[in-house]
């Protein structure tokens, strides 16, 4: 059982932004409360000259009509406090919105003020990247190539939803391969379900009719499992708190799995139903190669029929009480992430159940 560390603010892929407002050049006031349901890309002047972002900001303009087929913004975020920031007002940029920030903002991202940096972020204000480049034109371009790739969805209307939260880019692509190598170079067993027996006591059960898969559990001490629980307190834990109002303090094991195209899946379950594991309250399922197979999707029957196949890097956290499964691989070979998170109440229960007469936690499920 692993301690999750509270996050740390790095501006990297996958994080949330640092909370930033301030007023737009038009005294309207501006927030990423706003900016929410846009991507956007966002240039940090901070105290620098508008000679210093002029040219960065005229690359972007000339691509102004293509952000708003994106249905993103552009915009330029200047301290109000700065020397320059009368300037900016007085000649302000063309084809983005400047706003005027608080100084405390730029310490915030990191920034150091020797010359302007470019963020992209996504409609929930998660980082998806920080733009390098050699040129003003190739990190315009570059960003918007990262805006028009960021995940999306047409717009419908929804009848019975799954109350499930789906998280793009918790991991990058080297680092899914890089636990796929792990895997594939590691001792991997036939994945079990925690289950009881005639007299109550909790075991580790193989029943190939219910499961099918192999699984490796990653030591948490580990390099690749250290980077994991980064991930995921980085990224996964401020969405859940945002969503379920829960603060998750604690994760189980953390197992890459395998299903084959031999008919590889995990048949109708609960994650918590055993007595032995009731102290999951949410479970993690993250895709590492998506793209590689076909088939093994994740299901909640008791919502709809919809089918969820998360890209490579996505993951969909749930509750350990919903009715799930992942479907056959037919083709290729389906690798997952998966592991269960819980808060202090949970913990303070799982310790109970250990001092319980044969009270083994059991093995992990997830699909």
């Not at 407002?21 to 240039?43: C, K």
């Not at 692509?173 to 007299?199: N, Q, W, Y």
């Not at 190939?208 to 499992?225: H, Q, T, V």
Request: hydrophobic fraction near 40%.
């Amino acid at each position: 059982m692993t301690t999750v560390a509270p996050p740390r603010l790095r501006i990297r892929g996958g994080n949330r932004a640092p909370f930033s407002y301030g007023m737009t050049g038009d005294q309207v006031f501006y927030s990423f409360e706003a900016q929410a349901g846009r991507p956007a890309a966002l240039i940090l002047a901070g105290r620098l000259p508008p000679s210093a972002t002029a040219s960065l900001a005229g690359a972007f303009g000339l691509h102004a009509a293509e952000f708003a087929r994106c249905g993103a913004d552009v915009l330029l975020l200047i301290d109000a406090q700065g020397p320059y920031a009368q300037d900016y007002m007085a000649n302000p940029p063309q084809s983005l919105q400047a706003v005027y920030c608080p100084p405390e903002i730029f310490h915030a991202w990191g920034f150091d003020s020797q010359a302007p940096s470019v963020v992209v972020t996504d409609r929930n204000v998660r980082v998806l990247a920080a733009i390098d480049g050699d040129g003003e034109k190739a990190i315009a371009e570059a960003a918007l190539a990262c805006v028009a790739a960021a995940p999306a969805e047409a717009p419908r209307d929804v009848f019975m939803p799954a109350p499930v939260l789906l998280i793009p880019n918790i991991f990058s692509p080297d680092f899914c391969r890089a636990l796929i190598d792990h895997f594939e170079g590691s001792v991997h067993t036939t994945g079990g379900m925690a289950s009881i027996d005639k007299r109550g006591h909790a075991i580790h059960k193989i029943d190939e009719s219910k499961k099918k898969r192999e699984d490796y559990i990653l030591p948490p001490d580990n390099p690749l499992g250290e980077r994991v629980l980064e991930a995921l307190s980085l990224i996964c834990l401020p969405e859940m708190k945002k969503a379920f109002q829960c603060d998750i303090s604690h994760i189980d094991r953390i197992i890459i799995a395998r299903y084959d195209d031999t008919g590889g899946y995990f048949r109708r379950h609960r994650d918590n139903s055993s007595p032995s594991v009731a102290f999951r309250q949410f479970a993690l399922s993250l895709n590492l190669n998506s793209e590689e197979y076909e088939g093994g999707y994740l299901l909640f029957p008791e919502y709809n029929a919809h089918r969820y196949k998360p890209e490579r890097g996505a993951g969909v956290i749930f509750s350990a009480s919903l009715l799930h499964e992942a479907t056959p691989v037919i083709k290729g070979r389906r690798y997952t992430l998966l592991t269960f998170l819980h808060n202090a109440e949970g913990e303070a229960r799982r310790l109970a159940l250990m001092r319980w007469p044969n009270g083994e936690t059991g093995a992990l499920g997830g699909a």
